[in-house]
């Protein structure tokens, strides 16, 4: 603009002073010409001519003049005029102050957005942790309950199922021995065919018989109630015997140390500890009567054992040790309480 208004000024000035170098045109009748060239510029008077030259420079004086006022115009126009002294310091104060808050609004927004995510993740954090404490306790749980269980079923219910089991072989040997020798005296009622007459049978299925010559009648055989009948007799059954007093042993002195390692829900079981152990210390002390030689026997002070059916295998604890052996075995078996792999 201000480039526009120059040139225009420029052009003006330039047309006014080639137009008082030009001679004065004739008399003019047209009184219009006067008021429109005093509406332009007007010229300062010819001064005389005093000689060759000397009349540009008063020209250029005025154009020089002329220009500076154009400039002074169009400064004035465009408001470039000089401004106050105090003007630009407030100005700066001014900027300084709406950069300031500019600066401080879009740091309190991006400081709010971060301590928002800051928030967000630790929040994130404490449920992530929370659920890691959470599957770290229940593995330790499970890791816990599966050792209990190894250790119930190593160190109580598998031997003492591979003990009884080992007994249970021998009293069969024992029994096909005594049938072998004398079967009027002696049968196994599951293999003589006569499954209608079973009563109670044995944990593996078996129903070994004596014939009561005292009642004519056949009977369950009880180990601790018929002892001497077959023991010493010359029946070839006496080391069968001397191995189920060993054995037997052995299950007394494992159900003394580790009874506590039974499952809660067999109290049944506990029981039946009871039982046995009563039974085996009347076993271990016939056995230890019928070792003893004939003489020593008559001279013994003190009236010899009686034993009643009571004193008798009780049935139920090879039962209830194998339910609790395969129970162990099927929960040891199962993937959720199976050892977590690292």
Known sequence: MKTWLIAFALATVT????????????????AAVAPVITTQVSPPPAPAATGHGKGSQPDEAALTKSLTGLESAVARIEGKLPSA???????????????????????????ARLLEHQDQQAAKRAILDENLADKKANHEVRQTLFDWRVRQFMELYGPLRALFDGSNEVYRRMNEAL??????RFRDLTLSGEADQLKEVDPDGRFFEIYDETTGAWRKFRTIMDWSIVYGRGLGVDGYFDRIVDIGSSISKLIGEKAGLVMP??????????????HFEVLKELHAGAQEPQDEAKVAIGAPLKVREAAAFPNSIQRLVRAGADEL?????????AQPTA
């Open 15 to 30: 047309t006014l002073a080639s137009a008082q170098q030009t001679p004065p045109p004739k008399a003019v009748d047209s």
């Open 85 to 111: 002294w105090w003007t630009t310091p407030l100005t700066t104060l001014i900027s300084v102050l709406i950069g300031g808050l500019i600066t401080g609004g879009i740091g309190y927004f991006m400081q």
């Open 179 to 184: 049938i072998s020798q004398d079967p009027n």
């Open 265 to 278: 829900h067999h109290a049944e079981l506990l029981a039946s500890f009871g039982k046995y152990l009563a």
């Open 329 to 337: 075995l099927a929960e040891l078996a199962k993937p959720s309480v």
